[in-house]
């Protein structure tokens, strides 16, 4: 089988060939959808290399062909680790010409993978490359005029993020690097030099963690999934305002850190506020994790006391292909067991993951977003639109009708009530009022990236 695709990007040639060299390029083109999991990226496309986990314990090792590289026009990767050499055959040649306006990209892949599974693939790739490259252009006109070079252009940062390795981290990081960023990941446990990381005791920070940071992210906290024990809630509790405030007290005494980014979430409004529009000056609501994000909020005041920037986001329902909710939504409708549930009346407040690390790389550089920001679609649906359009994006039915009993049994009464069963219609009121651009407005076009329904946007040649 081989695929030819090309298609056309609005940006100079030598701009998307250095977005391609950057660090985190690998891990931003990779489909959630696909069986493969990067865990080293080469660092020259001259003749790196790249490493990907599948299942079973297999590596896929891309190795870059000097010869067929030429710098800012062309490189080339082959599939090197056995058995997969053989099996898959693969060569994959990336070529870049310039065109009126910009740039054409044009792969060419020779391989003995199916077509079908190419075709996905590369849709993928090619819809994330554009919308990235796009969002680029757009956070310029977005930076604070402080962090901007003599010629107008974002200058590049130093970005300490906890949280690194989760969904949303994995991605942010991957993102800032490809926007010119360096990323120090924040860690806890042993952390090995020449990692771009730093040793993090979230109970007892080292004073010295910020040492050269221009902006602190803060991502980490116990996962919310699971019983709604003491035990887990106070491990929900404890791990986000104890390190928060700790965390906060270190960016108020640092002489570099101007701002700090923290992670929250729209349970501060409570589990059911029925049609309510909720916007980020609402008020809070009630329940257990109303309170853990009201203290959590609160944690980071040692930083705004200080003078510091802090914004807080607010976070909807990620839709993410590689952890979260979905991929377990996506096995249950798989095995035609999706439904809605109850009469699915109730409101569903989401955000894809690509928008949602858009924001944060806004909120790092753009001074106008300070305190809540609520980090959600433009359109929340009710739980029959989102499980219908999920259905429809499988191709699988959603005849049955799930009663509350069911997220009960796995989460518990509380559990389910504060998570799958919540009942809140969010807006992001003040992205919009600043004239945010989301990738995906509507949670079909947010589906459609995560599990591999987008076209490719060039036109396509294959052959057996």
């Not at 489909?31 to 080293?40: D, G, K, S, Y």
């Not at 314990?57 to 030429?70: I, N, P, Q």
Request: glycine residues 10%; proline residues 6%; charged residues 20%.
């Amino acid at each position: 089988m081989s695929l030819t695709t090309s298609h056309f990007v609005p940006f100079d040639r030598e701009d998307v060939w250095d977005w391609h060299t950057r660090n985190g390029a690998v891990v931003r083109l990779s489909p959630p959808f696909a069986p493969m999991t990067p865990v080293r990226e080469a660092t020259r496309l001259s003749d790196g290399t790249t490493v990907f986990s599948l299942p079973a314990g297999l590596k896929w090792v891309a190795r870059h062909d000097l010869s067929g590289y030429r710098r800012g026009h062309r490189f080339t990767d082959v599939c090197v680790s056995a058995p997969l050499r053989a099996l898959a055959n693969w060569r994959h040649v990336h070529t870049f010409a310039d065109a009126p306006g910009g740039t054409v990209i044009t792969d060419e892949v020779s391989t003995r993978v199916p077509g079908s599974t190419l075709t996905g693939l590369f849709a993928y790739r090619q819809h994330q490359l554009f919308e990235d490259l796009k969002f680029l252009g757009r956070l310029s006109a977005h930076t604070s005029r402080e962090l901007l070079d003599d010629d107008g252009h974002p200058r590049p940062l130093t970005i300490a993020v906890t949280g690194s390795g989760g969904t949303v981290g994995r991605a942010l990081c991957a993102q800032l690097g490809t926007a010119g960023h360096t990323v120090i990941r924040l860690r806890r446990g042993n952390v090995r030099g020449g990692d771009d990381a730093r040793q993090w005791n979230p109970a007892d920070p080292d004073p010295d963690l910020l040492r050269g940071v221009d902006v602190l992210v803060h991502l980490a906290g116990e996962p919310l999934l699971g019983r709604f024990t003491e035990s887990h809630k106070r491990s929900i509790r404890e791990s986000r305002t104890v390190p928060t405030r700790y965390l906060a007290e270190l960016v108020a005494a640092s002489p570099t850190c101007r701002t700090m980014v923290c992670a929250s979430a729209i349970g501060f409004y409570g589990h059911d506020r029925g049609d309510e529009l909720l916007t980020d000056a609402s008020a809070p609501g009630e329940g257990f994790l109303a309170e853990v994000c009201r203290e959590w909020e609160s944690a980071c005041q040692p930083a705004t006391d200080a003078g510091k920037r802090v914004a807080n986001i607010r976070t909807g329902v990620v839709l993410a292909g590689t952890g979260g909710v979905l991929p377990l939504l996506k096995v249950l409708f798989s095995a035609g067991l999706g439904g809605k549930f109850g009469d699915g009346s109730i409101w569903f407040s989401w955000i894809s993951l690509d928008d949602l690390t858009d924001i944060y790389c806004r909120a790092i550089v753009d001074s106008a977003l300070s305190g809540p920001i609520n980090a959600t679609a433009p359109n929340p649906v009710r739980n029959a639109e989102m499980t219908g359009a999920l259905a429809s994006e499988l191709n699988r039915p959603a005849f049955l009708q799930i009663p509350a009993l069911g997220p009960k049994l796995l989460l518990g009464s509380e559990g389910a009530e504060q998570i799958a069963l919540a009942n809140q219609r969010v807006t992001p009121t003040i992205l919009e009022s600043l004239g945010h651009t989301f990738r995906h407005r509507t949670i079909d076009l947010a589906l459609a990236h995560e599990l591999g329904g987008e076209e490719l946007l060039g036109s396509t040649g294959s052959a057996p």
